[in-house]
């Protein structure tokens, strides 16, 4: 069945340090892929997406690597401040549906100063 | 308000009893989702509405459940007879696209959850 899921449940790093954060999807039909952030008592907050056409896609000390071979998805975080820590889900989007997100487990990421 | 605004933020509930979560969407905004995120588990879609119609109710896991946005705004998620299995958070996210575009990201705004807990 569809599935998005998660290679490593935690990540621990020193502040200042990289971290990647790894993510398998059994979908091909999906259009694009997101990552979110969820901090304890909050809802998920949008970091990043991109679309199936794309392998890389930077932003604000964050980038995403999709690679469609091995339908895995990557959430790097470059220079990880204390406030990144928190979960991380990745998401794509249902059977390539226009609204319905499917998310992956999550992955905690402790950031230690 | 400035975001996606949930209440209450937790209910406790006896098992058996009616419950009703609220949504209020940012203003404006024309798409509404519910999901239901299990302890450790990421976000599942419950239902989605666009304006007042309910478009897709598909991942309501019961009859139990029931959602309604009557006026397209303000949104309630019930849920009756509560089981323990129940016991969730439950999200709500809005997005501002009328009709939203496949293949690309219309991004869904979340709000804070309601924590349901039934005993």
């Known amino acids: 069945g569809e599935s998005v899921g998660l290679h490593l449940p935690t990540l621990s790093v020193q502040e200042g340090d990289n971290s990647i954060i790894n993510c398998a999807y059994s979908?091909?039909?999906?259009?694009?892929f997101i990552w979110y952030k969820q901090e304890s008592g909050k809802g998920p907050q949008f970091i990043i997406d991109?679309?199936?056409?794309?392998d890389k896609r930077q932003g604000q000390r964050v980038t995403v690597l999709l690679n469609k071979t091995v339908k895995h998805l990557s959430l790097q975080i470059a220079a990880t401040q204390p406030g990144d820590s928190a979960v991380y889900f990745c998401?794509?989007?249902?059977?390539?549906?226009?609204?319905?997100?499917?998310f992956g487990k999550g992955t905690l990421l402790t950031v230690n100063p | 308000g400035a975001g996606v605004s949930q209440s209450p933020r937790y209910k406790v509930a006896k098992r058996g009893q009616d419950v009703a979560l609220r949504c209020d969407p940012i203003?404006?905004?024309?798409?509404l989702f519910w999901y239901q995120q299990a302890l450790g588990q990421g976000p599942e879609f419950l239902t989605y509405?666009?304006?007042?119609?309910?478009?897709?109710k598909s991942g309501l896991p019961s009859d139990r459940f029931f959602a309604e946005r009557p006026e397209g705004s303000v949104s309630t998620l019930k849920i009756q007879r509560t089981q323990q299995e129940d016991s969730a958070v439950y999200l709500c996210?809005?997005?501002?696209?009328?009709?939203?575009?496949?293949?690309?990201?219309?991004?869904?705004?979340f709000g804070p959850g309601t924590r349901l807990t039934v005993l």
């Open positions: 996210a809005s997005s501002s696209v009328t009709r939203p575009v496949v293949g690309s990201y219309n991004e869904q705004f």
């Open positions: 979908n091909s039909a999906s259009d694009y």
């Open positions: 991109i679309r199936s056409n794309m």
């Open positions: 998401a794509e989007n249902s059977g390539g549906s226009n609204y319905k997100l499917t």
């Open positions: 203003s404006g905004h024309v798409s």
């Open positions: 509405f666009q304006n007042e119609a309910q478009l897709d």
